[in-house]
């Protein structure tokens, strides 16, 4: 596991990136958070300066995570990220203190009664990445910033951030996907009883908004906040907003 660590402080917060991604995204907030805390930046399986992978599923992402985890830390996971630190909620929790999710879900396919991401979006972005990788994460990238101010400004930050490391493999970007595909911890999540804080972005595509209320009720012990004309990256199109509501859970 590729680790990062900066700033000082009594508190460890550890970044899970997302999908396609790696722990560059996290970039921008770090001089923000570095002067009161300890911040741990991995990129998972496959992505950026790791580049050992085996195929893997949610449980094993997670249970490989869990040594690097300082005790009574706090994970800050995004989008995909925000799964595995449910996930290690669910089998770690003594060993944390709370976990943040942003932009994620329990759910990420959408059904008949679920807000989430329409399963053809995501069998086009497994086209892709068969097919062109770099196109692919593009695409990707794009859709993060719909909706936003400047989004042509956010997309050209995000790519210089994240090409300025290895391009995940195909198999990487396949087994992410299948877990955005099959994971579904709705039921799991009621039984959460550490600190839990939700973050999204009310113009975010891929995770609507309207998931919001519904998990309020699914997660009765989290609390959450949505972040106005923010999309999928609240963290880089709104720091400020970020940190500060990062800051007041932290005070858990």
């Known amino acids: 596991m590729y680790l990062q660590t900066f700033g000082k402080g009594d508190i460890n ?4 990136h997302g999908w396609a991604i790696n722990s560059k995204i996290w970039n921008t907030i770090i001089p923000l958070f570095e002067k009161e805390f300890l911040l741990h930046l991995i990129d998972l399986p496959g ?24 005790d009574q830390s706090v994970v800050i996971g995004w989008s995909l990220g925000g799964l ?6 669910l089998i770690k929790p003594k060993k944390l203190r709370g976990i943040i999710t942003v932009s994620s879900s ?17 069998d086009n972005f497994k086209y892709h990445v068969q097919n062109n990788l770099k196109q692919a994460i593009e695409r990707f990238l794009i859709l993060q910033t719909l909706g936003l101010k400047n989004s042509h400004i956010n997309i050209l930050n995000l790519k210089r951030m994240i090409f300025s490391q290895p391009i995940p493999s195909i198999e990487v970007l396949s087994n992410g996907l299948k ?38 009720d ?15 990256a609240p ?18």
């Not at 699914?218 to 999928?232: F, N, Q, T, V, Y």
């Open 179 to 216: 877990i955005l595909y099959d994971t579904d911890l709705r039921k799991e999540l009621a039984l959460v009883k550490i600190p839990f804080l939700r973050i999204y972005g009310s113009l975010d595509s891929l995770v609507p908004r309207n998931i919001v209320p519904i998990l309020d």
């Open 47 to 70: 992505y950026g300066c790791n580049p050992t992978f085996n195929f893997l599923t949610l449980n094993d992402l997670a249970k490989q995570l869990i040594p690097f985890l300082p």
């Open 13 to 16: 917060l550890v970044f899970l």
């Open 84 to 89: 595995i630190a449910m996930q290690l909620a």
């Open 218 to 232: 699914i997660i009765p012990k989290s609390s959450s906040i949505i972040l106005e004309k923010a999309a999928h």
């Open 106 to 122: 329990p759910k990420f396919i959408s059904t008949k009664s679920w807000p989430g991401i329409k399963p053809k979006i995501l």
């Open 235 to 252: 963290f880089i199109s709104h720091p400020y907003m970020f940190y500060k509501y990062v800051v007041d859970f932290l005070n858990i």
